[in-house]
């Protein structure tokens, strides 16, 4: 899967960023998935090592991002709050006391 900045609703990225890679994931064959995305400065993002990577955990129940969301928010900074997204997932990311990022997902289409 393959999402640009441009393919964003109400994307307000420049023009010279849109074909950037807001999304990309390839699934591996034991079922591991990888997923990257540009880092933008127009959206406040800048590249420094130790910043240039999430840990992504991908849950069962709405509950449980809740729950990992908020052992995770203790200390740390909540850069994106858990909510519904456009793509279909509840999601949010957090940076934890020790600073590492992570991305919590749930997919509404599983089973609660």
């Known amino acids: 899967m393959v999402m640009r900045f441009g393919d964003m609703p109400d994307d307000q990225t420049p ?3 849109k074909n950037k890679i807001c999304h990309i994931s390839l699934q591996l064959p034991n079922g591991t998935i990888l997923m990257a995305t540009d880092a933008l400065e127009c959206h406040g993002q800048k590249l420094v ?18 729950r ?19 793509w ?25």
């Open 15 to 17: 023009e010279a960023d």
């Open 49 to 66: 090592a130790g910043n240039n990577f999430h840990l992504s955990l991908g849950v069962e129940s709405i509950a449980e991002a809740d």
């Open 68 to 86: 990992l969301f908020a052992d995770l928010s203790a200390g740390g900074t909540v850069q994106m709050p858990m909510e519904n997204m456009f």
């Open 88 to 112: 279909g997932d509840y999601f949010g990311m957090v940076t934890d006391q020790f600073g590492t990022q992570w991305m919590i997902s749930y997919n509404k289409g599983q089973q609660q």
